[in-house]
């Protein structure tokens, strides 16, 4: 086939052309009826059900969590309704033994791979116990810094590699976390060295009260993966089915080493960015937020699993009943965990401490034997 001639000076047929390999997937509409039959992932009726119930546990516990941080028993808490599909069924595609980086709003998938909800609520009262995770547990804590969980995801997934383990490492980022320099260098990296990592950039519209369209030029944020040698894909972050089939072939290709995957989810949270002032209605029209109230993850789930026969009313009843009791539960524990004192949270920075920290640590002992 004779190739088009292009004029490599038409910078404005450059910007066209830049984004036409980018379309969204998607697998459910917004009513919950199947768009594209070739995509329909291969999963057995308990197993979507058993997602379902993953979405809506995670729904209650956001419910749940907001109320207890007003109500004072919790302390740092960021939203997560709304984010259910891009975050449970991304998560549901991988195994126990793969290796979770999660940001600081990922704390579903990380109690979903293993940690218990009591130690999750701990670390979000800046508890260290929150910290000690089980031995068997393929995580690292949720990184606060944005970014940064890109590049330690490299490095794990590079050690995934090396080890020849049929495994990924893989993390989250937000459309904010896709303009720090960690996140090109991780993804950079992790391209060079053909690491096992599948990458997420949650594109939830806003970094704060940065609006995606101030954040970068790039038309999809799926394109950044481009440059760094690497397949990237964007994908309907609110349809359950599509999140799940995208990342599981995502992970076969890392795992069969042909290196690492970059997956933009378009979604959206509800609530405010973190419960410590945050106020949406300065920075987000009712418009806007009716829009994508109508494009509802558990709704559309809902709606295909309901019609067939998988799902019911008192299904989901259940659900948000032993949910509410889990919190409980795990909420009473948490309320009675001895607090923390400076001088554990000192030492548990250092294995062996420097001077400067342990003058600190016999300084607060003092005073805490008094
Ligand atoms: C390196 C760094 N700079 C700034 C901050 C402050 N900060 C916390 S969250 C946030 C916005 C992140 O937005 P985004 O990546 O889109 O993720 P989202 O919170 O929407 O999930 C910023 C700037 C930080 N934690 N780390």
Redesign the pocket.
């Known amino acids: 086939m004779a190739k088009k001639k292009v004029n490599p000076l038409d910078f404005a047929a450059f910007l066209e052309g830049m984004n036409e390999n980018f379309p969204t997937v998607q697998v459910l509409d917004v009513n919950g009826k199947v768009v594209n039959e070739d995509l329909v992932p291969d999963l057995s009726d308990d197993e979507l059900v058993e997602l379902m119930s993953r979405m809506v546990w995670s729904r209650v516990l956001d419910q749940r969590s907001t109320a207890l941080n007003r109500q004072g028993r919790l302390g740092f808490f960021?939203p997560t309704a709304g984010q259910e599909a891009s975050q449970l069924a991304s998560h549901f595609a991988m195994t126990k033994e793969d290796v979770l980086l999660p940001?600081y709003?990922d704390v579903p998938q990380l109690i979903q791979h293993g940690l218990p909800l009591k130690e999750a609520f701990l670390w979000s009262k800046g508890h260290a116990a929150g910290n000690e995770y089980p031995a068997d547990l393929k995580a690292l804590p949720p990184q606060?810094?944005?970014?940064a969980q890109y590049v330690q995801a490299a490095g794990v997934a590079l050690g995934l590699k090396k080890r020849n383990k049929p495994n990924v490492a893989f993390t989250y980022?937000?459309?904010?976390?896709s303009s720090?320099g960690d996140f090109y260098e991780g993804i950079n990296f992790a391209g060079a060295m053909k690491a096992n990592a599948v990458f997420f950039i949650?594109n939830?519209g806003?970094?704060?009260s940065t609006p995606r369209e101030l954040q970068t030029a790039a038309t999809t944020l799926a394109q950044k993966g481009i440059a760094a040698g690497i397949p990237s894909i964007q994908v309907d972050g609110m349809d359950a089915l599509a999140v799940y089939k995208v990342t599981k072939a995502a992970r076969d290709w890392a795992i069969a080493g042909n290196g690492p995957v970059l997956i933009e989810t378009l979604t959206y949270?509800y609530g405010p960015?973190t419960l410590s002032g945050d106020d949406p209605t300065r920075y987000r029209s009712q418009e806007v937020e009716d829009e994508w109230a109508g494009k509802d993850p558990l709704n559309r789930f809902r709606i295909y699993l309901t019609e067939k026969g998988l799902w019911s009313e008192e299904k989901e009843e259940a659900v948000i009943e032993a949910t509410k009791e889990e919190v409980k539960e795990a909420i009473k524990a948490t309320d009675s965990t001895p607090k923390q004192k400076v001088s554990d949270f000192l030492k548990n920075m250092f294995e062996v401490s420097p001077q400067s920290i342990q003058e600190q640590i016999d300084i607060y002992e003092a005073k805490e034997s008094k």
Do not use: E, K, P, S
């Open positions: 960021a940001g709003r606060i810094i944005i970014g980022t937000g459309d904010g976390g720090q949650q939830n806003y970094a704060i949270r960015h």
